[in-house]
Each structure stands twice: as C-alpha cells, then as structure tokens.
C-alpha cells in the first residue's frame, strides 16, 4: 500500500473566532499500516458475533450521544460553525439512527428464503466482507460518520475513516464513543490522513468496499480507482436541488419553508435547496417573502440560540461562493440581496438572493455550498419540470403545490434520488438516501443502505440426493 509520508500535524480551527482549537499528528504510513492489518485481524471475529450483539453494542453508542448532546454539539459548532440548536439536532439524529439499527437490522439481515423448487431450499444471505473505508465530509461531522458506521458495524464490516481534514476533533470523539459503548479495538479507526493517502488505501487488496461523500471530482477519482480494482463503491456527491413552487403553492409557507431549506446548516448541504423554480403567478408574492425573510435572519455567533446563520466552515469556502455569485450577477442576474462578504472576523457570507438568473450561470449550472438562493420565473407545470431537471445532479428536488395529488404526480417526474412534496429534503434512516447523475450511486441509510456492503449470497441446498424422485 502506498500512502503520504504522514507524520505531519493537523490543525481545527474555529470558522467564527479564526482560533486554533487544538493540533493533532498525523500517522505515518507505517501507522496507516499497523491500522489496515488491524481491521484485516478483527474482522472475523467481529463479523461471527451474533447481530443482535453487534446492535445491543450500537444501541449504547446511541446511549451515549444521548447523554452527552451538549458536549457534542458544542465540538460540531466550535470545528464547523454550525448553530448550535442544528448541532443538538444533528446529534440526537446520531443517536436515533443507532437505535433505528439496532432494532432492525436483525431483520434486515436476515436471510430470505425463496421458494424455487419443491424438494430444494434456497434462500438469500446478507454476510460481510470486511473492512470498508469511509471518505466523510466536514459539513455534518457526526450524522456522515455515523450513517456510515452504524449500518456496517451492524452488519459484521469493520470500518476505516477518513474524516474531513478540518473536523479531526470530531473524528476523534466518534472513535472514541463507539469504542466506550464496546466496539473492539480495530473494528472502527480513525485515521487523521490527508486526501493523498486515499488512492492508497482504496487500491489496498485488504480493504472490501468505499464510500464516500464529496465533490465530483473527489468522486470521480474514487470511483475510477475502486473500478479498476474491482472494488464496490458507493458515492453521495453534490447536488443542486430544485425547488419547485407551483401556481397553487400558499406563498407565505412555502416561503417560510424555502428559507429553512436554503440556509440550513449555513447553507453548507447537499441536498439544500439552491434553485428555486417558481411560477409565473406567484412569483412576485413568493420572491418578496423569501427576501424579506431572508433578511429578517440572524447572522453572528453559531453558539447563540437566537442566530440562524453562522459562518461558513473555513475562509476559502466563501471565496469560492462569492466567485460563483459575481460570476452570475455578470451573466445578467439581478442581485437582490446580499452578496458581499461583510467586513467581519470569521468566516461569514451573508443570505443572498439571486433574481433573473440565466440559465447558464454559475448559479444555475453549479453547486453553491452556502446560504445563496438562485430564483427562476417559469409560465407552466412543464416549463417548472423541464427546468428542474435541466442539470448534471440528481440528488434531491421538492415541489411545492395545495394539490397533493399534483405534488406527487410532479415528484415522480423529477430526475432523483430524493423527491419530496410539500416539505424540503432532508434525510430520515428509515428511507434509502442518494442520487443519480452526477449526485453519485449506491444508497445509505434503511434496508438498502444495510445491504450495500454485504455478500448477497444465494444459497442452494438440494433434497434427496441418490434418492429416487417421483
């Protein structure tokens, strides 16, 4: 296995204060290596406990999130700048998802038996197959990490991190609640390596399987390198979200949701809301609300309970979305709010509203990754869904509508993995979660997130051999 030299140091830095958190050293690659063999070693005998062990193990880390959601939620806001109501919100859902597992995965991994032939039974087996390495992103520190870890340890895998460079605090605590709740040593590692130890550690014989949830290019690359070694992959890249508002939409409430949808988590999601495609009718109503409520929102201090947007989680970030809404406003969009990086310390961009966007802007045709809304003016239900599905990504859309019926038609006709009616995406671990397109492959989370990393393995067993048969 090839990987960096490591040995280095890595640093957290808090996104709202410029303050270095703390500094971590990295692992040399002979480290990197120790932890590979270790995963390989545990493997077997993690993978022959009873489930129903496993699942008692994780519906303790689930405990354990529980009881310390305020300890952690204030590492989430203090490494990433996320507001601290969100941060208790993102842990809590940790722990339901821990508690979702380890009630159901004995089912789900149960085998299926299939009825083929009368004197045969043949049936389906969910076993397995050994360490699968993790590439997580930084915007939801515990909620990527654990919708990885929870459903591959239940499932007998053992599991390798590779966490976001910027978030290596919240790696450690994951680490180390799995470990206190009684995963084994070496059935989940953290490694605090940087992006150029990935190839290595994908084109490894001893890693089974890697996820991985990113940028494109991230995922192209990763994809390209498991491809080559025969490896299953699963990807959850980016998105650019439509939301759709029908002539019939309530204006007022559908506003009020579309603001949640664009700029929660700072407006750091994937599945955020970023172009919203709205009809003629409606359209002055609807852009008046969602700029005044927009502006009405609290920019500061992630920590405080009354702030609804905090800083974006590092300086670059907001480089990278200020050339994007310039970029834009010179293809002829109207810039109807914000767009200027206050003269402030920290890492913030202000709520920004996009009008008259052309529909080959950045805007348009990009991720944002930040608290900027893109609005589009369409004069029919047709026009509405051509547009929303005039893009590379395909990870989430919503349309809004008083017709539920129409909703659902209009859903259905939508190119994604996620597509919800009256109510802005989100992720929930009873339902598979992913995209198509360019928003990636595979799904996370539910029965289908469970099975993605096991050997579905068909097992015939024949009747009456050297018996007669009448």
């Known amino acids: 296995m090839t990987t960096s030299d490591g040995g280095h140091t ?16 990295t692992p040399t690659d002979d480290e990197v290596e120790a932890a590979v063999e270790r995963a390989v070693d545990r493997f077997p005998a993690w993978a022959d406990r009873p489930v129903q062990d496993r699942c008692r193990i994780l519906d303790r880390a689930g405990d354990l999130l529980e009881d310390r959601v305020d300890e952690y939620a204030s590492l989430l806001t203090r490494e990433m700048g996320k507001p601290i109501e969100q941060a208790r919100a993102e842990v809590e859902k940790c722990a339901w998802l821990c508690a979702y597992y380890a009630e159901r995965a004995p089912e789900q991994l149960a085998d299926e038996v299939v009825g083929t032939e009368a004197d045969a039974r043949t049936l389906v087996s969910y076993e397995p197959i050994g360490p699968v390495l993790a590439v997580m992103p930084w915007n939801f520190p515990f909620w990527q990490v654990f919708r990885f870890a929870v459903p591959n340890l239940a499932a007998g895998n053992v599991g390798l991190l590779k966490h976001a460079s910027n978030v290596p605090g919240c790696a450690r605590a994951i680490e180390d609640v799995l470990h206190e709740a009684g995963v084994p040593e070496g059935a989940f590692q953290s490694l ?94 609807f852009v008046g609300a969602f700029e005044a409520k927009l502006d009405a929102l609290t920019v500061g201090d992630p920590r405080e309970e009354s702030v609804d947007v905090g800083p974006l ?15 834009t406003v010179e293809a002829g969009a109207t810039l109807a709010l914000g767009g200027e990086p206050p003269d402030r310390e920290g890492a913030f961009y202000p709520p920004t509203l996009l009008t ?76 598979p979660f992913g995209g198509v397109k360019e928003s990636g492959y595979g799904r996370e989370l539910a029965r289908q997130g469970i099975r993605e990393f096991v050997n579905r393995k068909t097992v015939w067993v024949q009747h009456g051999l050297g018996e007669e048969r009448e």
């Open 10 to 25: 890595m640093q957290s830095t808090n996104p709202y204060t410029t303050d270095v958190l703390d500094s971590y050293e």
């Open 192 to 285: 605090l390596v940087g992006s150029d130890t990935v190839g290595g550690l994908v084109e490894d014989d001893r890693i089974r399987g890697v996820t991985l949830t990113g940028s494109e290019g991230a995922g192209r690359a990763v994809a390209e390198q498991a491809g080559s070694e025969l490896k299953k992959s699963v990807l959850e890249l980016g998105g650019s979200d439509p939301f759709v508002v029908l002539d019939d939409a309530p204006v007022e409430a559908t506003a009020e949701k579309a603001v949640t949808a664009r700029t929660q988590n700072n407006g750091q999601s994937c599945i955020a809301a970023k172009r919203f495609v709205v009809h003629t009718d409606v359209y002055d109503e």
């Open 313 to 327: 989680a590092r300086p670059d970030l907001v480089d990278d979305l200020h050339e994007q809404v310039e970029e």
């Open 356 to 431: 008259d966007v052309p529909r080959d802007a950045p805007a348009a045709t990009e991720e944002t990754f930040g608290p900027a809304a893109a609005v589009f003016e369409v004069e029919s239900e047709a026009e509405a869904l051509e547009l929303a599905n005039d893009t590379s990504f395909g990870l989430g859309a919503s349309v809004w509508t008083a017709d539920v019926e129409r909703g659902e038609r209009v859903a259905r006709e939508f190119e994604a993995g996620l597509c919800f009616v009256n109510e802005y995406v989100k992720s929930d671990p009873r339902l």
